[in-house]
């Protein structure tokens, strides 16, 4: 098993990551957080675990990050996101464990904002040896393909030299995460949520080239959660991209690095078959909102006499160490561990961590 230093990983650091993740067969979760206390919740999740994992932003988080009062345009946004990475690199390595910085869907309107963030991390490595973040997110799936894997292209020649890795996206995942998504109908007969293998072979013969990338390949995934039977995941469209490529293109066996987006509400035996088939990271969002959330909800509402009078009318007492917030900010945490802490287990990657 490769070792590498805890903390942030980027350029070959995080390829490795990637590799012994496929390598041992399991798959790391990648969670959207928008401030630096879901953030530390996931590293103390991961901590426990003894997992590494992978944290994300989106473009709407880097906004609430930066300040939601603020005006959301992207000087603001690309600010938000740098003051997270930031933070991030601050903290990381105190956990022990592998931590990956990522950006979440980028469509064709927020291209500006993966380029000021690439320039940011010009500037951020000259001072650190580091780029601000180990990959960003590329989602041009609305739009044909040549522009997808052109823009693709064009990115990932100005990434490499960084030590950053591009996430690109075949076929659309159904629903919408954080502004970004598509309308198609999320029924499990459409055809859109399934990425053809020869477009797969196509984005590796014009990326391999130029450096690291992972594809999220559409398989029937959508954001949020459903009722059961509304979405039919299909992992052996995975299967078949790999042995596409490799006898295409003389690969070894599953060369191409999967993510698996829109993982909150999959069942097990899925998560199971699409790591088996190449994934090395799946994106979850809608679960861990709710995991901290429905915590906050249960602490307010066994106190609720502390979020309604700052005197106990029933004693007098003060009741200030009920609506700190530091008290129900760390109930929804708890919430958050708990919920990651199954993630980990349903990954596989439990007890995995490769910081050395």
């Known amino acids: 098993m490769s070792s590498i230093s805890a903390g942030i990983v980027t ?21 959207n957080v928008f401030d630096s206390t879901t953030a530390s919740a996931v590293l103390e999740a991961a901590a426990l675990a003894k997992s590494d994992v992978i944290i994300q932003i989106s473009n709407g988080g880097a906004h609430f990050f930066g300040g939601s009062s603020l005006e959301n345009t992207l000087e603001n946004k690309i600010q938000g996101a740098k003051a997270f990475a930031q933070y991030m690199h601050t903290v990381a390595k105190q956990y022990g464990i592998c931590v990956a910085l990522h950006t979440d869907h980028a469509n064709r309107g927020l291209l500006d904002w993966l380029y000021g963030l690439i320039d940011e991390s010009k500037d951020f490595l000259k001072c650190t040896g580091k780029p601000l973040f180990s990959s960003h997110m590329l989602d041009l799936s609305e739009e044909d393909l040549d522009f997808n894997l052109s823009e693709s292209e064009k990115m990932l020649k100005q990434m490499t030299p960084l030590g950053m890795s591009l996430e690109i996206e075949l076929g659309c995942t159904g629903g919408e995460e954080d502004g970004i998504g598509s309308d198609i109908d999320t029924s499990a007969d459409n055809a859109h949520l399934y990425t053809q293998p020869e477009d797969v072979l196509q984005a590796y013969d014009r990326l391999n080239s130029i450096g690291h990338f992972s ?13 059961p039977g509304n979405v039919k995941l299909r992992p052996e469209i995975l299967k078949n991209s790999q042995e596409l490529a490799q006898n295409a293109r003389n690969l070894g066996h599953n060369s191409l690095d999967f993510v698996f987006h829109g993982g909150s509400g999959s069942e097990k035996q899925k998560i199971e078959q699409a790591v088996l088939y190449g994934v090395f990271k799946m994106n979850i969002d809608t679960d861990i909102q709710f995991a901290n959330s429905q915590q906050v909800g249960k602490y307010v509402n066994e106190n609720q006499l502390a979020f309604k009078h700052q005197i106990c009318p029933k004693t007098g007492t003060p009741q200030k160490k009920y609506y700190d917030p530091r008290k129900w900010l760390r109930a ?12 980990f287990k349903n990954l596989g990657s439990f007890g995995k961590s490769i910081a050395g």
């Open 11 to 31: 350029g070959d650091d995080y390829v490795k990551l990637v590799k012994e993740c496929k390598k041992a067969g399991y798959a790391l979760p990648a969670v």
């Open 215 to 227: 594809i999220a390949a559409s398989f029937g995934n959508v954001h949020g959660v459903y009722k």
């Open 332 to 343: 929804g945490q708890i919430g958050i561990v708990e919920r990651l802490n199954e993630a």
